[in-house]
């Protein structure tokens, strides 16, 4: 890991490029590309992509009741009258809400949790916004859907969320994991078939 | 990945998995023969990777590396066999003892009674009934392995054996000591032959047995394990302990 160091001595050039690499996936080449590519052709790309990345770093925070990013006290899902107040979805990212607000079949509410349990990371209930959570359910929530990953992280998330709700009476349910649909089952592995077979249900 | 002619496959378990660049994993892991150290798994995020998912903890694998650094490279991994399923608390519990493993072994520190000891646990966790019997007890035998096991059979000052009518209470780093009849959170000398007994029984999954749940259940042990563990983990607290303040462990 390469530190990113601010040094005056250094040229800009380099600094940019330096910079560049704190992006997920850019490596030393990705990196100079970037920049040079700004530079030679497109410098009022770069200029607009600045103030952008200043004013999204500076105004976009959290929701306070959701916890998903956005730039005033309440994000859109949140504000709007339309969607259904009693059901309350817990994702792990803004990345997985979007992915469920893109197929379109959800009409509820969500919380993110940003992240899951991880010990090891040092990320425990309180980095999660288990308080918050609980608060938020206290206010009117009947249903409480989890969407968390597959993982033994998810798992854990889960099983904590579920133990720590559970007394206020809500009903709580855990999305359901199994075979990809088109899946063929002789190719999937044993576990997510052991998973499958657990949550088989009545037709 | 390829599997080489020479790849030198050895027992390993992932404690900690994080992802690296845009497909690649790193995984710290136990590993029998050469304790705990972290390896790359390049690509495994991938879409088409067969082990995309699967790289999870509590997963039994067979993994080859090369690389001389802190920092290895997996050429090869195999899942000889079925995951260990853990739900809900005894779930937490194996997180739990993932961390104290993070964080007492030290890297490339071969611990194979260590790693024989985890896998019991995590077929405990699966299959015994007895609700904190097997984490106490890798707790006790994980302190014995680093250098810090406890005499549950005898009066530290003297050397003489406990009595079963007499109390005692505990002293990081020296162990049991008489204590005054009257004295708040002593133990009880019948206690420490009982919990003694069992740890020279060995371990076996038998004795996770409801006869033994009462003592290794019980919160006094769960205080003499907790502090000498403490002892070695310093100041920064254990952070799964937090999952279990609800559960009531
Ligand atoms: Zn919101």
Redesign the interface.
């Known amino acids: 890991m390469i530190d990113s160091v601010r040094d005056s001595e250094q040229p800009l050039l380099d600094q940019l490029t330096e910079a560049f690499r704190c992006l997920?996936?850019v490596g030393p080449k990705g990196a100079q590309r970037m920049s040079l590519h700004l530079l030679e052709r497109d410098r009022s790309g770069g200029k607009r992509l600045a103030t952008l990345l200043n004013e999204a770093m500076e105004r976009i925070g959290n929701c306070q009741s959701c916890r998903n990013l956005c730039e005033e006290d309440l994000c859109n899902i949140c504000r709007n009258t339309g969607r259904e107040t009693t059901t309350l979805c817990i994702v792990e990212s803004p990345a997985d809400l979007i992915a469920i607000e893109q197929s379109a079949c959800y009409r509820g509410k969500y919380f993110v949790l940003m992240g899951t349990?991880?010990?090891?990371?040092?990320?425990?209930?309180?980095e999660i916004g288990i308080d918050q959570l609980l608060s938020r359910c206290k206010a009117g929530v009947e249903e409480l859907i989890l969407a968390v990953s597959?993982?033994?992280e998810g798992?854990?998330t889960a099983?904590?969320i579920a133990?720590?709700v559970r007394p206020l009476g809500i009903s709580i349910t855990r999305i359901a994991q199994g075979i990809p649909l088109g899946g063929e089952l002789e190719f999937i592995?044993?576990?997510?078939l052991?998973h499958a077979i657990e949550g088989r249900k009545g037709i | 990945m390829t599997k080489s002619r020479a790849a030198i496959f050895e027992k390993a378990y992932i404690?900690?998995a994080?992802k690296y660049?845009?497909t690649s994993l790193i995984l710290?892991l136990l590993t029998r023969e050469q304790g705990r150290y972290s390896v790359v798994v390049k690509g495994a995020r991938g879409a088409g990777s067969k082990l995309r998912?699967?790289l999870?903890?509590?997963?039994p694998l067979l993994i080859a590396s090369f690389g001389r650094g802190e920092l290895k490279t997996a050429t090869s991994i195999d899942?000889p066999g079925?995951?260990f399923?853990l739900?809900?608390?005894k779930?937490?519990l194996?997180?739990?003892s993932?961390?104290l493993l993070?964080r007492l072994l030290g890297h490339f520190d071969p611990a194979p009674n260590i790693y024989d000891e985890y896998e019991i646990l995590l077929d405990a966790l699966q299959h015994a009934s007895a609700r904190f019997a097997p984490i106490r007890f890798f707790e006790l035998t994980l302190l014995q392995e680093l250098g810090y096991g406890i005499n549950f059979g005898r009066e530290v000052s003297t050397g003489e054996p406990v009595e079963a009518d007499c109390y005692y209470y505990y002293v990081v780093a020296e162990g049991f000591h008489k204590a005054p009849a009257s004295a708040k959170d002593s133990i009880r000398g019948a206690d420490l032959i009982g919990i003694a007994a069992e740890i020279s029984a060995n371990g076996v999954l038998d004795s996770y047995s409801a006869r033994t749940a009462n003592q290794f259940d019980s919160r006094q042990l769960r205080n003499i394990t907790r502090k000498s563990l403490g002892a070695l983990l310093g100041d920064k607290p254990?952070?799964?302990r937090?999952?279990f303040r609800?559960?009531g462990s």
């Not at chain 1, 592995?189 to 997510?192: A, F, K, L």
């Not at chain 2, 999870?56 to 997963?59: A, R």
């Open positions: 997920p996936g349990l991880s010990p090891i990371e040092g990320i425990g209930p309180e597959s993982t033994v798992e854990a099983h904590y133990e720590s592995d044993g576990n997510t052991a | 404690l900690h994080r660049l845009n710290n998912g699967r999870q903890p509590f997963t899942f079925p995951a399923r739900t809900g608390e779930l937490l194996g997180l739990y993932n961390e993070y254990v952070k799964s937090s999952l609800r559960a």
